[in-house]
């Protein structure tokens, strides 16, 4: 198992009560419908805060030329090669 399964599995949970313990207020399907929604949206919002640390560790670590850099990277760029 890779680190990405936890991740995934940990923003599920977390997005499915917060989801759940805010629709609740609403009602019964409100507290189903953000259990889903939570479920859902949880991994995804998790994966891009981990995105966002990275960037900003790298930033304050190396500067923001390797910042761009490894942004590019992450996106499917390569760097241009030297002769």
Known sequence: MTLIEP?????AAIG???GAV???G????????????GVVLGPIL????LMVL?????LVTKGPRAMLRELGM???R???ERP
């Open 7 to 11: 991740v995934m599995l940990v923003g």
């Open 16 to 18: 499915g009560v917060v």
């Open 22 to 24: 805010w629709g609740f």
């Open 26 to 37: 609403s009602g019964i399907g409100w507290a189903a419908a953000g259990l889903v929604g």
């Open 46 to 49: 998790i994966i891009v805060l």
């Open 54 to 58: 990275w960037m900003l560790s790298t």
């Open 74 to 76: 992450l996106l499917g």
């Open 78 to 80: 390569r760097p241009p």
